[in-house]
Structures are given as structure tokens and as C-alpha cells.
């Protein structure tokens, strides 16, 4: 696997999204809609990968509407990162996140959740195997951390499933490890979620206290915090730990319409979870009491909310830039064997019509002429 870079749109738009805030979003989707809209941009397999990012955090966050299809798009766009280069890990692995983001859309595609999340869990491998192979290629811990952070993305697609206890044992055999690097945020509130879905509240406790230290820290951590300290009984901190995530929610007053969030809704947290249909109390209905019992209070009003809205024309990939990896990109590879194909048919066809000729000359010899004939006959007759 080759060593691969984002492009300095790519790394600015991630940047963006590491702020966690609805503005920072929209600048980053305007950010890679224009790099791709460049025929140089277009052709970079990860500028697709990080695009399909952040139309899948667009949808995650319901910063954009139903209407706007951003988890379809989120796919097709990582789609056309996994064609550009098959052999990029990172393409993989947002297509993974992009297939899983989808699955969150289960009231509207409930008979392709399974099909959405076992494709999911066939790119993370892939993604995994990649960077396992540069691993031992090449020991690095950049590499280390990648292989960790795919792997943790990959474990916590298992609480989806109904098997958070395998998510936990993942994520924690990748925790234990002496030599691993300060991980990302991200990691820890997603094994603070999986540890609140076996019902270790106590830890997951800890772990959000630890994460909202940080100025910059994801509000929604504060979701997965009181529903732990409303299951450990603790009432009166998981109040106000509910009244604070309403307060970070609301706008400034001089903020513009479309920085405002959404108006929280136990409906919108849940739609956007991508706990398999009907999955017993290990999955959504667990955690959909624990929010209940944290009594955050749908009617706090986060103020009007104005969608983002996704551009009428999405970037297109030429066909001709497929290099491999994605099913509409093995299509021209076999074009070389269907003239080959071609070439032998017609040979075949232009032998068989061949043939007849040479054997009817064989059968039938040429006949004489009834000039010839007659002369022999009165020869005959003189002697």
C-alpha cells in the first residue's frame, strides 16, 4: 500500500469537522463540493472518501433533511473513492462508516439494514487487512494508530447488531495495549456508549467526565453522561447534566438561522442510531429509556432550525477514472476479454461456412460436357 495524503481541501474540511459545531460542517460540505467540481480534485480518491464524511456527519447530527438523501450520497461518494483506489485503506473504511451511517436510516430502508451493515463490516476488514499488511510491511505508529482507530469504528458497529459485550471485548483488547497512542475522542465516547449498553454506567461515567474536561468537546457526549448517571440513580446530576446539553444547544442570540440546531427530539436521537429493527433490550429500546429516565426535556426548544441544504447537482466521477475496487469499475477491465471473445466467434463462424464448400467439391466431381460424351459414343460405333 502505498503512502497516501489528503489534499489540502481534504485536510482543511477535516479539520472543520473536528470543531463539532453545524457551521464548521457546512463549511467543510461547501469545501469539498468545489474541490470536486475541479476535474483535478475529482480524480483523488480520498477527497471522495472525506466527502462522503461529511455528508454522513451531516445526516448523523440532523443538521440536513430527509429530502436532501445525504446518507445515499454518502455512499455513492465513497463508492467512487473504493473505485478510484481499491488499495487505500481510508476508502474502505468510509465506506464502511458511509454503509453504517445509512443503516441509521432504518425507519426509511429497514429491508437493507442487513445488507447495508454486512457491507459495512466487509470494508472494514478490508481496511484492516490493508494496514495489518503495512504494518508488518513497515512498522509504524502512524500506522499502529490507524489499524486502532478502523478497528474501533469496526468493534462498535457490534453494539448495532445486538452484541455490544463483542464490542466491548474489542475495543478493550485494543485499550490494554502498553504501546498505544493517546486515542482520539471519538474512541472513547464510543466505548463510554458500549459500556452503557452492558450496563457498566459506573465506567462509562468516568470516561465522560474525563472527555467534557475538554473545551471543544461533543455535546452528544453529554447524552451518553446522564443516561448513565440516570441509570446509576444519580437524579439530580443527570438533570442538570440534561439542563447543560439544552444550554450548549441553544444559539447565540446574534447567530444566523442556519447555525441554529435542530430542536432535540428523542425520535430524531433515535432514528439516527443504527440499532438493527426490532432488536430486543440490548439495543435501541435500552437506550431509549435510559434517555427517558434522563428526562431531557424534548419541549426545551433549541430555537428555529433551518436544514442545510445539499446541492442540486453532486459531483460526478468519469468512468474512465476507475481504477479498480468498486463493482462499476471492474466493468471496463473485461472489455479486453469480450473482443478476444468477439475474435473467436467470427473465426468459428467464417471456418463453418468454409467448410460446406470443400466437401460438396469432393462429393460432387465435375461433371462432363455433352459434347464429349457424344464424341465417345460415335467412336464406338465405328469400330
Request: charged share 30%; glycine share 6%.
Amino acid at each position: 500500500m502505498a503512502v497516501q495524503r489528503f489534499s489540502h481541501a481534504a485536510a482543511n474540511a477535516l479539520l472543520l469537522l473536528g470543531k463539532n459545531t453545524r457551521p464548521a460542517a457546512r463549511q467543510a460540505y461547501d469545501i469539498m463540493a468545489d474541490e470536486l467540481a475541479k476535474a483535478a480534485g475529482n480524480k483523488v480518491a480520498r477527497n471522495w472518501a472525506v466527502y462522503a464524511r461529511v455528508l454522513a456527519e451531516l445526516w448523523r447530527n440532523g443538521w440536513v433533511n430527509i429530502v436532501g438523501h445525504a446518507p445515499n450520497k454518502a455512499v455513492s461518494a465513497a463508492n467512487n473513492g473504493v473505485a478510484l483506489d481499491d488499495g487505500d485503506y481510508y476508502t474502505h473504511w468510509l465506506l464502511g462508516y458511509a454503509l453504517k451511517t445509512r443503516a441509521r436510516f432504518a425507519d426509511h430502508y429497514k429491508s437493507t439494514w442487513q445488507k447495508d451493515i454486512e457491507l459495512a463490516l466487509k470494508h472494514y476488514e478490508r481496511a484492516r487487512s490493508l494496514l495489518a499488511a503495512e504494518r508488518k510491511k513497515a512498522p509504524s505508529a502512524a500506522v499502529a494508530g490507524d489499524l486502532n482507530a478502523v478497528t474501533f469504528d469496526w468493534a462498535e458497529t457490534f453494539v448495532y447488531t445486538g452484541d455490544p459485550a463483542r464490542a466491548v471485548r474489542e475495543m478493550e483488547r485494543i485499550i490494554r495495549d502498553p504501546g498505544r497512542a493517546k486515542p482520539a475522542d471519538w474512541q472513547d465516547w464510543a466505548y463510554a456508549f458500549a459500556l452503557h449498553q452492558v450496563r457498566r454506567y459506573v465506567e462509562a461515567i468516568g470516561i465522560c467526565e474525563g472527555l467534557l474536561q475538554a473545551k471543544d468537546a461533543n455535546n452528544d457526549i453529554r447524552l451518553v453522561h446522564a443516561a448513565c448517571e440516570a441509570r446509576s440513580h444519580m437524579a439530580m446530576k443527570a438533570s442538570g447534566t440534561a439542563a447543560e446539553f439544552h444550554r450548549r444547544r441553544r444559539p447565540a442570540s446574534a447567530a444566523p438561522i442556519e447555525d441554529w440546531e435542530p430542536t432535540w427530539k428523542m425520535a430524531l436521537e433515535i432514528e439516527r442510531g443504527a440499532f438493527a429493527p426490532d432488536l430486543p433490550a440490548e439495543g435501541e429500546k435500552h437506550w431509549a429509556e435510559s434517555l427517558r429516565l434522563a428526562r431531557l426535556d424534548e419541549s426545551a426548544g433549541d430555537g428555529p432550525s433551518k436544514p442545510i441544504v445539499l446541492r442540486p447537482t453532486e459531483p460526478v466521477l468519469d468512468k474512465k477514472d476507475f481504477r479498480g475496487g468498486a463493482e462499476t469499475a471492474r466493468k471496463p477491465a473485461k472489455r479486453p476479454a469480450r473482443k478476444k471473445a468477439a475474435k473467436k466467434k467470427a473465426a468459428k463462424r467464417k471456418a463453418v461456412k468454409r467448410k460446406p464448400a470443400r466437401k460438396s467439391a469432393k462429393r460432387k466431381p465435375a461433371r462432363k460436357s455433352p459434347k464429349r460424351r457424344g464424341a465417345k459414343r460415335s467412336a464406338k460405333r465405328k469400330r
